[in-house]
């Protein structure tokens, strides 16, 4: 049987110790350290030369020294015979006074017209200062105190504590008693040759460490990173390759950018307090740009020279309250708000915030993929291409569209992937409606697209519930496959 350096070393050191029963800390003392011996004893465990058995062990560790106030009345109330409880509130501060009285009327202690009255019992202090003592040394195992005695202690605010710790016991098999009685011949070992050792000869004088690649490994967990950072990293992958720029801009913006600039009534229902997060603070973000506010305005209530608008009176007030982006559109509109002239490929990957009730599909912060094309030949059918491209890059051959309503693009259109038989939508997308481009003086069709990360995460992992993409659970994460 094949044994390394150290698994002969712990092994002949255990049979010194003795062969039944060994304490881990025992062989400790020998001159390795805890990690050497355990990871010994995990291998001559495989090997069927020792067994392991665990016990869980509890014992009681002083926290802070300190006399016990109890002691300090005590010395008092022995000296005098009795003593009133006001003259020690004049000798003792109040905590002490009161704490200490409490324990010698447990320990019998008589207390008559408010005036303590001496009785011996010496005995009873003793034996909790004779255990704190011990305590001062190192922690003492359960089974050596008194269990009244340290029930006490436990009791007096962190003046001692209870440890409970796993200790391991090593006993030899009688494979490994045999050979411990053969002989163990013990060598330096190699692990690596140099070019000196091989020149000189001293390899020779050394032993080959063995490897045996059938032997029993225990499992390495590498850092990496998390499977959403993955799926992340590989979405970002794919729209820089296809020629897109990634954008990021703030959480906070007023409802103008949000909402107005794309053409979304004042009075649309995703504005409501259930589906937005307004802030209290600051009480409004000023629109900085007035003429392209006025040419909001003018879309909204008239329409301008292109439709009818929505027929209302559009309020700059409720246009300044400032709110948690609803969705990363709000990136694709302040950049082409600073970007008018094409080509334009813009991508964002970002987070939003609804006020949305919290099951296995909905998240009130939650992520999306957001992208825009704008060039003089872009049509629907680019379109259609653009987000082919992208869900067959992550693995989605069969995608199908459905028509859809949007305020802000025009035509509309819902994205959905075939999963297990049934069809999932991740997503909206279409051409920005000319009420949306005609502020920014935007004669080009702008392709646009907002899609849902974790639904695709969730399909990617395999999950069936989306919080378990935040949940973070430990076997989960060491489990899942690199993207």
């Known amino acids: 049987m094949e044994l390394s350096n ?7 050191a255990l049979g010194e110790i003795g062969r039944e029963n060994v304490d881990v800390e025992e062989i400790v003392k020998k001159g390795f ?11 001559l465990k ?11 062990e509890v014992e009681y560790c002083l926290n ?12 008092v109330l022995k000296e005098r015979g009795e003593i009133s409880l006001s ?97 163990v011949e013990i060598k330096d070992e190699l692990t690596q040759l140099t070019p000196e050792l091989i020149q000189s000869g001293k390899w020779r004088d050394y032993e080959l460490k063995r490897y045996d690649v059938n032997m029993f490994a225990p499992a390495v967990y590498g850092g990496k990173m998390h499977p959403l950072s993955q799926i992340i990293e590989k979405i970002r992958r794919i729209f820089v390759e296809m020629g897109f720029e ?73 246009a300044e309250k400032p709110l948690l982006r609803t969705h990363t559109t709000v990136n694709s509109i ?51 291409g653009i987000l082919g491209e992208f869900y067959e890059r992550m693995g989605f051959p069969e995608i199908r569209f459905r028509p859809s309503y949007f305020p802000y693009t025009e035509p509309s259109l819902e994205i959905e992937v075939l999963y297990n038989g049934k069809w999932l939508e991740l997503g909206g997308a279409g051409i920005f409606r000319p009420e949306v481009l005609e502020p920014l003086d935007i004669k080009y069709p702008v392709l646009a697209w907002g899609l849902g990360l974790e639904r695709l995460a969730m399909i990617t992992l395999g999950l069936k519930d989306i919080r378990e993409l935040y949940i973070s659970d430990i076997d989960w994460l060491r489990d899942a496959k690199l993207l």
């Open 334 to 384: 302040r950049y082409l708000y600073k970007n008018r002239e094409p080509p334009v490929r813009m991508f964002s990957i970002g987070r939003v915030f609804r006020r949305e009730n919290l099951d296995s599909t909905h998240l009130p912060e939650f992520t999306q993929i957001e992208g825009i094309y704008m060039d003089k030949d872009a049509d629907f059918s680019l379109l259609l």
């Open 6 to 12: 150290l698994e002969k070393r712990v092994l002949v």
């Open 33 to 43: 350290t805890l990690v050497e011996v355990m990871n010994a004893l995990s291998w």
């Open 87 to 183: 003259e020690l509130s004049d000798i003792f501060p109040r905590e002490v006074v009161g704490v200490g009285i409490g324990h010698l009327k447990k320990y019998g202690v008589p207390v008559k017209d408010g005036r303590l009255i001496f009785k011996d019992v010496e005995s009873e202090i003793v034996k909790r200062e004779e255990l704190l003592k011990r305590m001062e040394q190192g922690c003492v195992p359960e089974a050596e105190v008194d269990k009244e005695i340290i029930k006490d202690l436990l009791r007096r605010r962190g003046l001692v504590r209870k440890r409970e710790k796993v200790k391991r016991y090593v006993t030899l098999t009688p494979a490994a008693t045999k050979l411990l009685e053969e002989g």
């Open 64 to 75: 802070r020294r300190e006399t016990l106030p109890e002691r300090l009345i005590y010395d």
């Open 46 to 56: 495989v090997k069927g030369l020792v067994k392991i058995h665990e016990k869980l």
């Open 246 to 318: 990634e954008v990021e801009t703030d959480y906070v913006f007023n409802a103008f950018w949000d909402m107005d600039s794309l053409f979304i009534p004042q009075d649309h229902p995703a504005r409501e307090m259930q589906d937005t997060f307004y802030l209290s603070k600051p009480e409004k973000i000023e629109i900085e740009d007035k003429d392209y506010m006025r040419k909001v305005k003018e879309m909204h209530e008239s329409g301008g020279q292109i439709s009818r608008g929505w027929q209302y009176h559009w309020s700059e007030s409720i």
